[in-house]
């Protein structure tokens, strides 16, 4: 038995009264946007497109952003908009050459390292942020608005919700006993609802049952998804070295849900080490020194330092300690499950095609 786990669900389940406290005050508010009394969402007439949750903890968003501008990038002037979540700085920013993580935030970053020719912003109040993204770019053909599912200021022309196969949001409570930041009520306001971090193998059968227990509405879209690792590439040189089951690997990362990187490790190394950090964590100098150490004391000829891509963005300004360290970088991706990748992306298209007719 893992007892820290244990001890952890015991404590959440004792925090039940500020749960049910936290989902009355999400309730009101969310009535209250809907029946547009103190609060109001604004629509705009441009094509936005929301990815976000209604859980706290890591479904998949970044790669869910990333898929998108590597399909549509191709074909349309796009943009993101995000907080900017754990950034330095605040207001309006537009990402440029001389941007750091610090400036716009660590997965903001990642999208401008990875899309240098796709504006990257970022903004608290999205309702400000977007007239000042079409200002600054005036030939965008959409947005994709980053983690603004609950944010009810903007309505989207396209909402997309993400949930973890392994932490649906049926089965789910209300902070801090569970994970839930909004109510399940507001699943009805997605158009497409997205199961992330599925089983590859998962069958038709369980997907069926899943459809049934999530019973989305005659007009919801929903998808399956698997997460995708690619070849680790080295943080500073971009050379890729491949994962063998003789190496013993020192995984450092500060993401919401490790679980299934440790599970793909447990499958491809000889194993593993870990290093772990808070969600968003800034890494400091002191940091990467004990990092070293760590892996200095792993006494074994084929070893590696492991890491995230979100993580890597804050670890990229040692770039002189960084350069003869054998620390490496993993993509992640989504993959659809069932042959269903051009129905997902056919859906995105119709909407941004349908909404630039109706103009």
Not at 78 to 103: F, H, Q, V
Not at 125 to 148: F, G, N, S
Not at 192 to 221: F, M, W
Not at 323 to 347: Q, T
Request: hydrophobic share 40%.
């Amino acid at each position: 038995m893992n007892f820290n786990a244990f001890f952890l669900k015991s404590f959440r389940v004792l925090l039940l009264p500020f749960a049910v406290l936290y989902g009355a005050i999400v309730f009101i508010r969310n009535r209250l946007y809907d029946k547009g009394i103190i609060f109001k969402e604004t629509t705009f007439n441009f094509p936005l497109i929301c990815i976000g949750n209604i859980a706290v903890g890591g479904t998949g968003k970044s790669p869910m952003v990333e898929y998108l501008l590597n399909f549509l990038q191709p074909k349309y002037k796009i943009a993101t908009l995000s907080r900017g979540y754990k950034r330095k700085t605040k207001g309006y920013a537009l990402a440029n050459e001389n941007t750091t993580a610090l400036e716009i935030g660590d997965e903001p970053m990642q999208f401008h390292l990875k899309f240098p020719n796709i504006p990257i912003a970022v903004g608290e109040e999205r309702l400000v942020a977007i007239p000042q993204l079409l200002h600054d770019v005036p030939d965008l053909q959409a947005i994709i608005l980053d983690d603004a599912f609950q944010h009810r200021a903007v309505k989207a022309g396209l909402n997309i919700l993400l949930t973890e196969y392994n932490n649906l949001y049926i089965y789910d409570f209300f902070l801090p006993t569970g994970d839930l930041r909004d109510e399940w009520q507001s699943v009805k306001r997605a158009d497409i609802i997205i199961v992330t971090k599925c089983p590859a193998d998962l069958s038709v059968e369980k997907k069926q049952k899943l459809l049934r227990n999530l019973h989305p509405l005659p007009s919801q879209r929903v998808f399956f998804t698997t997460i995708s690792y690619g070849t680790p590439y080295h943080i500073s040189n971009y050379t890729v070295r491949a994962i063998t089951e003789k190496d013993e690997v020192l995984l450092v990362c500060g993401i919401a849900n490790p679980k299934p990187l440790k599970d793909y490790l447990l499958q491809k190394a000889f194993t593993y080490y870990q290093k772990n950090y808070s969600d968003h964590h800034i890494f400091t100098i002191d940091d990467l020194r004990e990092i070293v150490e760590k892996f200095k004391s792993i006494d074994v000829p084929q070893k590696m330092i492991l890491t995230t891509e979100k993580d890597a963005v804050r670890l990229t300004k040692f770039k002189q300690e960084l350069v003869d360290l054998p620390l490496y970088v993993l993509p992640i991706k989504h993959e659809f499950l069932f042959d269903e990748a051009e129905l997902f992306e056919s859906a995105i298209e119709d909407f941004i095609i349908n909404f630039s007719n109706k103009k």
